[in-house]
């Protein structure tokens, strides 16, 4: 066996004794013929039994087959490493530990792409839970060197992503980038989720420390947390809407980035629907001051329903508590209230379409004005007044519609005509009435009244033609509008002039008749004078 354990003849063999060069048959593990013997085993195994291969000694000594690349190198193969680990490995082969990635210590690197059923980089541990707040570590845990201390506030019931920065950190944890553009989704410093797309919560909610809270429910947040918007498409802009809780049930709008109630709403419909009213609460509350002392353009009022009109230029400038400014042609109604769905107990609209303005209490009594101002209201509905500077008081006076074209008064609260009317003068309001000669006047007389003569009162101009019958019309006066009773209205006549005196205080007899469209002037007897005038004043009552 020579240095390298590997048996090899000899040079030569010596026999004992110190003889000559040993003859005959050769034995033990030699075979064939001295002085030329042939190795045919090694203590006392035959090497033919072994096979081919080079031998071995095994630890007793017996030999046997070495094994290719365990007891021996085999000249050009690749050979299991041994010795101290270097590069990414630490440690000795044949069991080295990765100690870095990529030449950096405590740093991993993986260009591993994923596929089916195999993640690139798996953790495949459960997370430690039942721990203390201290000791219950996440199962992933990326915490900064140079962090002031660990953290002593993990969950109990385990983390399975944990982070911990140093102090001064302004970075983000997280920061979510598609294909090199700008960021879709980070958490900052200091907690704030900036999302370019959506946020899907679950049913067990998303949450954002005691700010608020997302979930399958409800978004809660805290009495302090305003939802405020940019001005721009990017949260970088400037803030100019916020949005925040005021009170119990009160939220306010605030134009520029800080709280308040200096904004507007725009909504295409408001609908209020929520119940019965506390006390000192209301369903519609604002207590914002009109705004005074601008243009008839800019005086706003503190409530204006617009839509969409030509712009008002004659608010009033000492303001106004509700403005409504409707389009062209509006035929609708500006307001139209009910009393739990009657028909309309007020409203208002225009006269026509975009023209005017009526003012209508249900069906019962209404104001218009548009091309021509009037009041209209139902037949038995009479004005009532009160006794005292309140409505309060007893009524004592009565006016109402007794008749086509007749009012009466009544002294109490009840319709009637017992009530008197006291007025400076009576100015006759009819049209001017007709006038008719009879026989009394003669032939081819002239007959008029004066201008201003109404059914009320007037003048009547006779100047007598020839031959004047007696106890025969003299004229008829026919009123501009027939009075309601069928015996007629009251006529009183008076004489004015010399010859109408001297008539009726005279022995002529001059009388009235009268119906419910007309009076007559009736001579008696004697007749009256031929060509002579006679003047009468005449008031009519009924």
Known sequence: MNASNQWAPISSLSGGGG??????????????????????????????????????????????????????AVPGASQPPSGVAGGDLGGSYPNPLVAGIAGATAQIKSTMNGVASTPSLLLTGNPFIGGTATTTKPLLYLGANGAAGEPVSWSVNGTALGMNTPSGFTGNFIDCHPNGIGSYFSVSYIGTVTCNGGVTAGNTGFNVGSLFVINSSNFAMNNTFPIKWSSTASTGGAMDVVLNRQNPGILQIA??????????????????NGGTPAASTSQLYCTTAPYTGGTGTTTFPVALLDSGGTPVSSWNTGGTILGINAPSAFNGSYFDIHLNGAASLLSAYPVSAGVGLTLALGTNWLVSAGVSVFQ????????????????????????NRAAPGVLQIN???????????????????????????GTGAGTSPT????????????????????????TSPIVTITFANAYSFANGPFVVFSPANLAAAQLVGGSADIFVSTTATSFTLNSGSPALTAATQYIFNYMVQG
């Open 19 to 72: 003889g000559g060069a040993p003859s005959g048959p050769a034995g033990g593990d030699l075979t064939g013929a001295y002085p030329n013997p042939v190795v045919d085993g090694i203590n006392g195994t035959i090497l033919a039994s072994l096979g081919a291969g080079l031998l071995k000694q095994n630890a007793s000594g017996v030999p046997a087959v070495a094994v290719a690349g365990t007891d021996y």
């Open 411 to 437: 002294a109490g609260s009840a319709v009637g005509s017992t009530g008197s009317l006291k007025l400076g003068q009576i100015l006759g309001g009819s049209g001017t009435p007709a006038i008719a000669a």
């Open 255 to 272: 134009s520029g980035a800080s709280a308040g109630n200096t904004g507007a709403l725009s909504l295409a419909q408001v609908l209020l």
């Open 447 to 470: 007959v008029s009244l004066t201008a201003g003569s109404s059914n009320t009162a007037g003048q009547i101009n006779i100047t007598t033609g020839s031959g004047p019958a007696a």
């Open 376 to 399: 209209k209201m139902r037949s038995d509905w009479p004005f009532f007044w009160s006794n005292s500077t309140s409505t309060a008081g007893t009524t004592d006076t009565t006016l």
